[in-house]
T-cell receptor, first 115, second 112 residues
Framework: DSGVTQTPKHLITATGQRVTLRCSPR?????VYWYQQSLDQGLQFLIH???????AKGNILERFSAQQFPDLHSELNLSSLELGDSALYFC??????????????FGPGTRLLVL | GDSVTQMEGPVTLSEEAFLTINCTYT??????LFWYVQYPGEGLQLLLK?????DKGSNKGFEATYRKETTSFHLEKGSVQVSDSAVYFC???????????FGKGTMLLVSP
């Protein structure tokens, strides 16, 4: 158990809908990262927040947004969902903003299925 | 941009066989290198890491050495077990950046 929690575990929804994925980092960690794992694209970085502020953006679609709250949990919002958004979404956390030695600890993921 | 290339799987081995999973990378500067493992139905777990050239990361019998001259970080284990069956991901974090770039993953299947 990494100490990172994600809810829900599974999510089934329809095209055009909007969903929110939630992540609680390990106690004391200030950084939260979101990744998407799909069969065709593999594991791709989406976005990084550090202590409430956006630090880096990867291949995140405009339909997707995220935020990190004062209690350091984070939410990833996916809107106008398409079939191709079906994937496993991972959250990871780390202590600071990503030093060379730092380890990212991953949650169990949320499996999203868009029908 | 930065990238990681792993050998394609699945890699199928018998118990107690020797394992090598190849990983090469392209990055500017001197990245940190990682191996993560994903067991069925679970998230990614850090297996080992190395942060500078010639460093050897090791954990649970797995080893990998950071080779700057060949830009490689191959994963090895002397004697695999059935419980090692999983997907293994090689990843890098470029110097000055916080995010990880992953390879496509290599599935390992170990039979008794």
């Amino acid at each position: 158990d990494s100490g990172v929690t994600q809810t829900p575990k599974h999510l089934i929804t329809a095209t055009g809908q909007r969903v929110t994925l939630r992540c609680s980092p390990r106690s004391g960690d200030l950084s939260v990262y979101w990744y998407q794992q799909s069969l065709d694209q593999g594991l791709q970085f989406l976005i990084h927040y550090y202590n409430g502020e956006e630090r880096a953006k990867g291949n995140i679609l405009e339909r997707f947004s995220a935020q990190q709250f004062p209690d350091l949990h984070s939410e990833l919002n996916l809107s106008s969902l398409e079939l191709g958004d079906s994937a496993l979404y991972f959250c990871a956390s780390s202590t600071t903003s990503g030093g060379l030695q730092e380890t990212q600890y991953f949650g169990p993921g949320t499996r999203l299925l868009v029908l | 941009g930065d990238s990681v290339t792993q050998m394609e799987g699945p890699v199928t081995l018998s118990e107690e066989a020797f394992l090598t999973i190849n990983c090469t990378y392209t990055a500017t500067g001197y990245p940190s290198l990682f191996w993560y493992v994903q067991y069925p139905g679970e998230g990614l777990q850090l297996l080992l890491k190395a942060t500078k050239a010639d460093d050897k990361g090791s954990n649970k019998g797995f080893e990998a050495t950071y080779r700057k001259e060949t830009t490689s970080f191959h994963l090895e284990k002397g004697s695999v077990q059935v419980s090692d069956s999983a997907v293994y991901f090689c990843a890098l974090r470029a110097a000055g950046y916080s995010t990880l770039t992953f390879g496509k993953g290599t599935m390992l299947l170990v039979s008794p």
